[in-house]
């Protein structure tokens, strides 16, 4: 049996029309270029290999999603420096133009300019929005980003966001800093990337305390990630009470286990 016969008849049993996958990353090849060298690099940082199992052109990466029965998918991006969001949002635009599976992504990065680009997306019809607190490196709580949390909470946009310390900590990661932005914004429509691993208590609590949060699935109970961060079991009552709000994701196509 063929691994995309496997992945339907798992989601056929389960009485699925098929799969959403709300992370997986599409992104300019130059960009993921140098997305895919800082995997092959990330050993020293994560202790083990982190190889690319789908190290596609763009093209048969679509075509593998739908091979799994994958209905709609996401581009996720993240800028890492100024300057950089507004023009990978106007790639995404162009992406999911001509890719009419793929939702809609933008992102943003604590700048002047945040808020009046971040408007101009959801106006152009973005419908999920991707933040990376650890590659970009900033404070979610950040003053030039309070107008964006506010603008995506008033839309009911989801954004998804690592803003758990896995697989390495940053300086802002932890259910810390983006739980300060949640009192802010309760009703800000936050996935939070990774079940929040490793620190998946502490995202369960907010996911319990603002019922707008969700969580993805993303890595979660895999042999790679339980080796280094296992989902405490006595967790897995509360995590299915969220019923709905546990999303499926899967990091498509940086999945680094399936070759190991």
Request: charged share 25%; aromatic share 10%.
């Given at each position: 049996?063929?691994?995309?016969?496997?992945?339907?008849?798992?989601?056929?049993e389960?009485?699925?029309p098929g799969?959403?996958?709300?992370h997986?990353?599409?992104?300019p090849?130059?960009?993921?270029?140098k997305?895919?060298?800082y995997?092959?690099a990330?050993?020293?940082?994560?202790g083990?290999p982190?190889?690319?199992?789908?190290?596609?052109?763009?093209?048969q990466?679509?075509?593998?999603l739908?091979?799994?029965?994958?209905?709609?998918?996401?581009?996720?991006?993240?800028?890492?420096?100024?300057?950089?969001?507004?023009?990978?949002n106007?790639?995404?635009?162009d992406?999911a133009?001509?890719?009419?599976?793929c939702?809609?992504?933008?992102?943003c990065f604590?700048e002047?300019?945040?808020?009046?680009?971040?408007g101009?997306?959801?106006?152009?019809?973005a419908r999920?929005?991707?933040?990376?607190?650890q590659?970009?490196?900033?404070?979610?709580?950040?003053?030039?980003l309070?107008?964006?949390?506010?603008?995506?909470?008033e839309?009911?946009t989801?954004v998804?966001?690592?803003?758990g310390?896995?697989?390495?900590?940053?300086?802002?990661?932890?259910?810390?800093?983006?739980g300060?932005?949640?009192?802010?914004?309760?009703?800000?429509?936050?996935?939070?990337a990774?079940l929040?691993?490793?620190e998946y208590r502490?995202f369960?609590?907010?996911?319990?305390?603002?019922?707008?949060?969700?969580?993805?699935?993303?890595?979660?109970f895999?042999?790679f990630?339980?080796e280094l961060?296992?989902?405490?079991r006595?967790?897995l009552?509360?995590l299915?009470?969220?019923?709905?709000?546990?999303?499926?994701?899967t990091?498509?196509?940086?999945i680094?286990?399936?070759?190991?």
């Amino acid at each position: 049996m063929s691994e995309a016969d496997e992945v339907r008849e798992f989601w056929q049993e389960l009485g699925l029309p098929g799969l959403v996958d709300v992370h997986t990353h599409f992104m300019p090849e130059r960009v993921l270029a140098k997305v895919w060298a800082y995997f092959d690099a990330a050993g020293p940082l994560t202790g083990r290999p982190w190889p690319i199992s789908y190290r596609y052109e763009e093209q048969q990466r679509l075509n593998q999603l739908r091979e799994f029965g994958v209905r709609a998918f996401t581009a996720m991006l993240y800028p890492h420096k100024p300057g950089m969001a507004a023009w990978l949002n106007g790639w995404a635009a162009d992406f999911a133009a001509r890719t009419p599976d793929c939702l809609h992504t933008a992102t943003c990065f604590p700048e002047p300019a945040a808020e009046e680009y971040v408007g101009r997306a959801l106006a152009d019809g973005a419908r999920v929005f991707k933040m990376h607190l650890q590659v970009g490196g900033y404070d979610p709580t950040d003053p030039l980003l309070d107008g964006v949390w506010g603008r995506l909470a008033e839309a009911g946009t989801p954004v998804v966001t690592h803003c758990g310390s896995g697989p390495v900590p940053g300086k802002h990661t932890g259910p810390g800093p983006i739980g300060e932005v949640l009192a802010r914004h309760p009703r800000l429509r936050l996935v939070v990337a990774h079940l929040g691993l490793p620190e998946y208590r502490e995202f369960l609590d907010l996911a319990e305390r603002y019922p707008e949060v969700r969580l993805d699935t993303t890595m979660a109970f895999t042999d790679f990630t339980e080796e280094l961060s296992p989902f405490p079991r006595e967790l897995l009552p509360r995590l299915a009470e969220l019923g709905d709000r546990v999303l499926l994701g899967t990091d498509f196509p940086n999945i680094p286990y399936l070759d190991l």
